[in-house]
């Protein structure tokens, strides 16, 4: 590391007590980087054939920069690298949490409509280079995470102040990892997945609820117009049809009486039948 301190952990014991350790280390972020894969891969799929949603887009991105950041924590526990490898395996996380801070508040920008959403993102920009700037230590990247919380926070907060649809999820995902996040700082690549996960649950959450209030919206929208068809439909068919059907019943009173009145009978039958299925 640049700076003169830094933490050195010595382990002695049996090998295979050793190699346990090993593998509970790498347990979490083994998991938490497929899980996150799967959770990307899907989001991108969802963007290319679904739907072309940017937030779904941006969505894939951040699950996928998590992805490769865990992949990385895990990858230390199954190869022996040599330990000048450590601190540059280090910086790619780092930047890969920076990534994700962005992508995260690039998401909610398109999917809550912010306006000058592009000056927030640089500003967050700026300020993820600062704590690199100011703090080149092995807890940079805690803080680059704890600087992206806190900005995607404050424009949730703006969102549920604005009557966003699904940013109260959001808002209290972020929580949840902030306080997760402050529980445990300095072990957050380790539990980066279990800090993160509620903040990425709020985010699904809040692309849910908007797509089920779309698609509630446009079952409205079709039921009215599929009523305004049908009652155009009515007002079209029903004059002509009483019409002829009252010119043929004039006809036939002259010739066949009795045939007449079934005819009326008839069409008051048909009437009831109409009115039952325009009901």
């Not at 949603?53 to 990385?72: F, Y």
């Not at 079709?222 to 439909?233: H, I, S, T, V």
Request: charge should be neutral; hydrophobic fraction near 55%.
């Amino acid at each position: 590391f640049p700076n003169a301190v830094s933490g050195v952990r010595f382990l002695i014991d049996e090998p295979s007590v050793l190699q346990g350790i090993a593998l509970q280390e790498a347990f979490v972020p083994t998991l938490a980087a497929g899980a996150l894969f799967m959770i990307g891969l899907t989001s991108l799929i969802l963007w290319a054939l679904a739907a072309h949603r940017t937030p779904l887009l941006l969505l894939g991105g951040v699950c996928l920069a998590d992805s490769l950041m865990q992949g990385i924590q895990a990858a230390r526990w199954f190869f022996h690298y040599p330990a000048d490898w450590h601190y540059p395996a280090y910086v790619a996380m780092a930047a890969l949490v920076a990534v994700q801070s962005l992508l995260t508040l690039g998401f909610e920008i398109t999917h809550f409509r912010v306006p000058r959403g592009r000056w927030l993102l640089l500003a967050l920009g700026g300020l993820l280079g600062a704590v690199v700037a100011l703090n080149p230590d092995r807890l940079v990247g805690v803080r680059m995470l704890a600087a992206g919380i806190a900005a995607c926070l404050i424009t949730a907060m703006w969102a549920v102040g604005n009557g966003r649809r699904g940013a109260w999820p959001v808002v209290l995902g972020l929580l949840a990892s902030a306080l997760l996040l402050a529980m445990n700082p300095e072990e957050y690549r380790a539990s980066f997945f279990v800090t993160y996960f509620p903040t990425l649950c709020g985010l699904i959450c809040s692309l849910a609820i908007t797509l089920r209030d779309e698609r509630r919206d446009a079952r409205a929208v079709e039921l009215a117009a599929a009523r305004l068809e049908l009652e155009l439909l009515k007002k079209n068919i029903q004059p002509h049809f009483l019409l002829n059907t009252l010119a043929t019943i004039i006809e036939t009173i002259e010739q066949e009486p009795k045939t007449a009145v079934d005819m009326v009978e008839s069409l008051a039958g048909e009437f009831r039948i109409l009115s039952r299925i325009a009901g």
